[in-house]
């Protein structure tokens, strides 16, 4: 596992800004008005061949007279999110301004970091006018040597990022590499805990009947026909209204972290309810995030038969069409129904997720594509393919090489696709295409 970072401080500090910084992209609102973040925003850096994940917090309020509507409501909930960081991070960068100087706020703040026991990294933002002045009166807040910076102009950034890489801890041991990671994933008392324990035989995770009672991820090991699962366990994940507490926030970065960790998703659905938003959703992370995916509609003890069936299939291609490729079983985590058949799947898809196939396999199979429909042609130009090449697996990767890539239209490469995975089959598995010029 990475580590990770998170951005502390009152807010309208900069501490968004910083982070836009130091992930090289404008993902944070920026805005020149208290409580603008108000929820943990995650990102990753990479400085000097060492990667770890950045979490931007909302401010952390001790009064809450800034904010203009509900202060003491808001105030908690941003306070709640940026302790549920500091709780989740190795290293705190405590955000300050140079500019309004060290405040009752900051040493308030800064006896809270003292008290969770983790390192602190005191910086002082706003200070491209007078670096070495303006971060001398934040000694007193008795953190160390602060840092100057100036998030807005990029002054002391580099410097900032070799102190981080210095005080980091290693990096977390990888799983072995033949060791199949699956992340089951799904809302809130769906059976994702249920499932796990059916699987491996033993309570390993806590069941409840109130959503929501799996907190972290928590991981199984489990071996099937010779091959090493990992599966993880993980809190549901809930629509963004109903994140009222830290812990549910919390719930929604361990879904997403093991998602990043996970080879194949597993997201189980409700056969009585469909495929719904929040369902689209996590079947979405699962697809952007590149990771062989396989769909479950458990509970079938409870609905079954063909007419709820016919509902969970209508559903399914009515909100996931974007993930078509997923296959779908009817399982019952407390009977066991096809509790086997989805570890086969899961191998099936994970196979596909690494399938890597020959390049003269794949040219003829472009070749007979293209002759089959004439590629696009735009102004009286018109698309050429040269050839193919697999340039990655997990999942599959292939990059067209062609006259002008502009020239290879969306429903042309989903045309491309399709004759790919009749070819090869990649049931369960997102394919990335995408083209590069090569003149004649």
């Not at 933002?125 to 040597?145: C, M, Q, R, S």
């Not at 041991?173 to 805990?193: C, F």
């Not at 399938?355 to 040219?363: A, D, E, G, H």
């Amino acid at each position: 596992m990475k580590a990770t970072v998170a951005l502390v401080g009152r807010p309208n500090v900069g501490k968004s800004t910083l982070f836009n910084r130091l992930v090289q992209e404008r993902r944070a609102i920026v805005e020149n008005r208290p409580g603008v973040t108000r929820d943990r925003l995650y990102g990753e850096v990479t400085w000097q061949e060492r990667s770890f994940s950045l979490i931007d917090t909302g401010g952390l309020i001790i009064s809450g007279r800034d904010l203009e509507a509900s202060p003491k409501e808001l105030s908690l909930q941003m306070r709640e999110q940026a302790e549920v960081a500091i709780e989740e991070a190795d290293l705190i960068v405590f955000v300050l301004d140079g500019k309004v100087g060290p405040t009752a706020e900051d040493h308030e703040i800064a006896q809270l970091l003292r008290k969770s026991g983790k390192e602190v990294l005191p910086v002082v933002n706003k200070l491209e006018a007078d670096p070495v002045g303006g971060a001398f009166p934040f000694w007193e807040l008795g953190l160390g040597e602060p840092l100057a910076v100036s998030a807005e102009h990029g002054m002391g950034t580099g410097e900032l990022l070799e102190e981080i890489v210095k005080r980091l801890p290693p990096d977390a041991e990888v799983e072995e590499p033949d060791q199949i990671k699956v992340a089951i994933l799904g809302r809130p008392n769906v059976g994702k805990s249920s499932l796990v324990n059916a699987l491996v035989g033993s309570p390993r995770s806590i069941v409840s009947d109130i959503p929501g009672t799996t907190r972290d991820a928590i991981d199984t090991h489990l071996e099937y026909q010779g091959e090493h699962f990992l599966l993880i366990d993980t809190a549901g994940l809930r629509r963004r209204s109903k994140l009222n507490d830290s812990l549910e926030f919390y719930s929604s970065l361990r879904t997403q972290r093991a998602l990043a960790r996970a080879d194949v998703a597993v997201v189980l659905l409700d056969p009585m309810e469909g495929v719904t938003e929040q369902d689209e959703r996590i079947v979405g992370l699962a697809h952007e995030a590149g990771r062989g995916i396989v769909l479950a509609f458990n509970k079938w003890d409870l609905a079954g038969g063909e007419e709820y069936a016919s509902h969970c299939r209508k559903s399914v291609a009515q909100r996931l069409s974007f993930a078509s490729y997923a296959p779908h079983l009817f399982i019952s985590a407390k009977t066991g129904r096809n509790l086997e058949k989805l570890l086969e799947k899961v191998l099936q898809v994970t196979a596909m997720h690494r399938l890597r196939v020959k390049t003269s396999q794949l040219n003829e199979v472009i070749s007979e594509a293209v002759l089959m429909v004439e590629p696009p042609s735009r102004s009286g130009k018109r698309l050429k393919i040269y050839y193919a090449s697999q340039v990655g697996i997990s999942p599959p990767q292939f990059v067209f090489f062609v006259n002008q890539p502009e020239l290879l239209h969306f429903s042309y490469q989903r045309y491309l696709e399709n004759r790919l995975r009749e070819a090869f089959g990649f049931e369960g598995t997102p394919l990335i295409l995408f083209a590069r010029g090569r003149k004649d």
